[in-house]
């Protein structure tokens, strides 16, 4: 859920131009810094880095999921000898020195990945010595025999055992797959680590628990932007979804003089940075714009402050390139908002924007007010002319657990390779990365259930029979900006693929889409 329920996002979400440099504080740099002091960096581009549309993939808060008594990955502790990798208290976004890094990068491994299993060994101490001893080397035998002792098919394995309470199977394939995962490795060995912790926190039934110790285990608000920042730059996903949505905004309101843009995820706001951009240079001169950005508790938090920054820093921007522009803060959850929260003024053109952060909103499967639904029918009584929606085209909301594993394990295989076509495997603030905006939502799909499971995401098709129910008809998106998103995948990687059916575009990684992005109206 949203920030009524203080469950924090790992925010894959918003970003600007993040610069590898040598000293922690310009490393992480607030996000609008740069914009403030000027307003040349929008056109740039800096090697690999691409300029900023923004992005946000949110990450959701949720969730690594654990006992108090088990130290997981996100519980690694800070001892009199050594500083925590990544920790709030590090007082850097980069460790210095490759012996230091390699230390650090040890310890994580190992409180992560160490015998925490108390629940497990209280299991294995009932049963009769023999007999466990019998069972233990059947299934070791088994493992042995497995080809070439393939990852992913031993994770499939233990999800399994785990879908089917065999608790014997699991403790057995768990210690197992804490001598194959880790945390530096290929893909697949990365984001075992992350599956890895989802399934044991779900053997010890701490989904529930796990939202209410996070907060004090985060990095620093700047640290966590800087890992935001570099997340948006290393995946093009972030940038898709902003570019098309922003192009179909463009067009919807190329011809009218007062434009109301509701953003249900203003983040850091900076979506809008080249879409005011855009109506700066618009013949005939730009339109009077007013956002209206509803919040989230971890953009709050990454940002630095409420929203009164966004605000400032966008009323900047639109001054510099002379464009009419106003800020409404509305403070609030998405599940709650009332058309009052939305300042909606006459005269207004609207548009609503949905960019990674409908699958956020309860559904009929959480609570019975269907808010997702809720929302579209609230939303489609304002009359708006345009309103775009941006989502990963991945199914966990109502599938069972064993299918929403094999879902989860497939699409973030396929955003885990894609990661390592930009950011080098030794880089030292990639395990930060994927650690804070990416293994969050890992476990939280795999360990949580109920309200405690914030990420919900279904494929187009669903979302597609929602806006229809709702009144919505499909709205065209613009050949243009469909020709600027290849150009731009072309800058990372040639496997990365784009692809338009059914009125929406589909940005995917080889044969697996990952995001879906369409508009309505």
């Given at each position: 859920?949203?920030?009524?329920?203080?469950?924090?996002?790992?925010?894959?979400s918003?970003?600007?131009?993040?610069q590898?440099?040598?000293?922690?504080?310009?490393?992480?740099?607030?996000?609008?810094?740069?914009?403030?002091?000027?307003?040349?960096?929008?056109?740039?581009?800096?090697?690999?880095?691409?300029?900023?549309?923004?992005?946000?993939?949110?990450?959701?808060?949720?969730?690594?999921?654990?006992?108090?008594?088990?130290?997981?990955?996100?519980?690694?502790?800070?001892?009199?000898?050594?500083?925590?990798?990544?920790?709030?208290?590090?007082?850097?976004?980069?460790?210095?020195?490759?012996?230091?890094?390699?230390?650090?990068?040890?310890?994580?491994?190992?409180?992560?990945?160490?015998?925490?299993?108390?629940?497990?060994?209280?299991?294995d101490?009932?049963?009769?010595?023999?007999?466990?001893?019998?069972?233990?080397?059947?299934?070791?035998?088994?493992?042995?025999?497995?080809?070439?002792?393939d990852?992913?098919?031993?994770?499939?394995?233990?999800?399994?055992?785990?879908?089917?309470?065999d608790?014997?199977?699991?403790?057995?394939?768990?210690?197992?797959?804490?001598?194959?995962?880790s945390?530096?490795?290929?893909?697949?060995?990365?984001?075992?680590?992350?599956?890895?912790?989802?399934?044991?926190?779900?053997?010890?039934?701490?989904?529930?628990?796990?939202?209410?110790?996070?907060?004090?285990?985060?990095?620093?608000?700047?640290?966590?932007?800087?890992?935001?920042?570099?997340?948006?730059?290393?995946?093009?996903?972030?940038?898709?979804?902003?570019?098309?949505?922003?192009?179909?905004?463009?067009?919807?309101?190329?011809?009218e003089?007062?434009?109301?843009?509701?953003?249900?995820?203003?983040?850091?706001?900076?979506?809008w940075?080249?879409?005011?951009?855009a109506?700066a240079?618009?013949?005939?001169?730009?339109?009077?714009?007013?956002?209206?950005?509803?919040?989230?508790?971890?953009?709050?938090?990454?940002?630095?402050?409420?929203?009164?920054?966004?605000g400032?820093?966008?009323?900047?921007?639109?001054?510099?390139?002379?464009?009419?522009?106003?800020?409404?803060?509305?403070?609030?959850?998405?599940?709650?908002?009332?058309?009052?929260?939305?300042?909606?003024?006459?005269?207004?053109?609207?548009?609503?924007?949905?960019?990674?952060?409908?699958?956020?909103?309860?559904?009929?499967?959480?609570?019975?007010?269907?808010?997702?639904?809720?929302?579209?029918?609230?939303?489609?009584?304002l009359?708006?002319?345009v309103?775009?929606?941006?989502?990963?085209?991945?199914?966990?909301?109502t599938?069972?657990?064993?299918?929403?594993?094999?879902?989860?394990?497939?699409?973030?295989t396929?955003?885990?390779?894609?990661?390592?076509?930009?950011?080098?495997?030794?880089?030292?603030?990639?395990?930060?990365?994927?650690?804070?905006?990416?293994?969050?939502?890992?476990?939280?799909?795999?360990?949580?259930?109920?309200?405690?499971?914030?990420?919900?995401?279904?494929?187009?098709?669903?979302?597609?029979?929602?806006?229809?129910?709702?009144?919505?008809?499909?709205?065209?998106?613009?050949?243009?900006?469909?020709?600027?998103?290849?150009?731009?995948?072309?800058?990372?990687?040639?496997?990365?693929?784009?692809?338009?059916?059914?009125?929406a575009?589909?940005?995917?990684?080889?044969?697996?889409?990952?995001?879906?992005?369409?508009?309505?109206?």
């Open positions: 859920m949203q920030a009524s329920q203080r469950l924090r996002r790992s925010p894959m918003n970003t600007l131009y993040y590898p440099v040598q000293k922690a504080e310009a490393c992480c740099l607030p996000q609008f810094q740069t914009l403030d002091n000027h307003l040349s960096y929008i056109n740039g581009s800096h090697g690999f880095y691409h300029s900023p549309s923004t992005a946000s993939f949110s990450s959701n808060g949720s969730s690594i999921c654990h006992q108090e008594s088990q130290p997981y990955l996100s519980d690694v502790r800070q001892s009199s000898e050594t500083t925590n990798y990544g920790s709030p208290t590090s007082g850097s976004c980069i460790t210095d020195g490759a012996n230091d890094f390699m230390h650090k990068l040890k310890e994580l491994e190992t409180v992560m990945l160490g015998p925490d299993s108390d629940f497990l060994e209280s299991y101490n009932s049963l009769p010595n023999s007999v466990a001893s019998t069972e233990i080397n059947s299934w070791r035998q088994m493992m042995e025999a497995m080809p070439r002792r990852l992913k098919h031993v994770l499939i394995a233990c999800a399994k055992a785990v879908s089917d309470g608790l014997l199977t699991a403790q057995v394939l768990i210690s197992e797959l804490r001598q194959m995962v945390v530096s490795g290929e893909p697949i060995q990365r984001l075992g680590a992350y599956i890895l912790e989802g399934l044991v926190a779900r053997l010890a039934a701490s989904g529930s628990s796990i939202c209410k110790s996070l907060r004090c285990k985060e990095p620093a608000s700047f640290e966590l932007l800087s890992y935001m920042h570099m997340l948006y730059e290393i995946c093009p996903y972030f940038k898709f979804g902003y570019m098309s949505a922003n192009g179909a905004i463009a067009e919807a309101m190329k011809d003089n007062r434009v109301h843009i509701i953003d249900f995820q203003i983040a850091q706001g900076s979506q940075v080249t879409l005011i951009q109506f240079a618009r013949p005939g001169g730009p339109p009077h714009i007013r956002v209206t950005g509803i919040d989230d508790s971890t953009s709050a938090y990454a940002r630095g402050g409420g929203l009164n920054i966004v400032q820093r966008l009323s900047k921007l639109a001054k510099a390139f002379k464009v009419p522009f106003e800020f409404h803060a509305a403070a609030i959850s998405g599940s709650d908002v009332q058309v009052e929260n939305l300042g909606i003024q006459p005269g207004e053109t609207l548009a609503v924007n949905f960019a990674f952060t409908l699958h956020h909103i309860p559904d009929e499967s959480v609570s019975t007010e269907n808010h997702r639904d809720g929302l579209l029918r609230m939303v489609k009584n009359n708006p002319k309103v775009t929606l941006v989502e990963q085209e991945s199914n966990t909301n599938a069972a657990f064993f299918p929403r594993f094999l879902e989860t394990l497939d699409y973030y396929a955003m885990f390779e894609s990661i390592d076509m930009t950011l080098p495997r030794g880089h030292k603030e990639r395990i930060n990365v994927e650690q804070h905006c990416l293994a969050r939502d890992v476990v939280n799909i795999i360990a949580c259930e109920g309200i405690e499971r914030v990420e919900r995401h279904e494929l187009l098709g669903k979302w597609k029979s929602r806006f229809r129910m709702a009144g919505f008809s499909p709205y065209p998106l613009s050949s243009l900006v469909n020709a600027t998103i290849k150009r731009l995948l072309e800058s990372y990687s040639d496997k990365y693929r784009l692809e338009e059916r059914d009125g575009l589909y940005l995917g990684w080889m044969n697996r889409d990952l995001v879906a992005s369409c508009a309505w109206k």
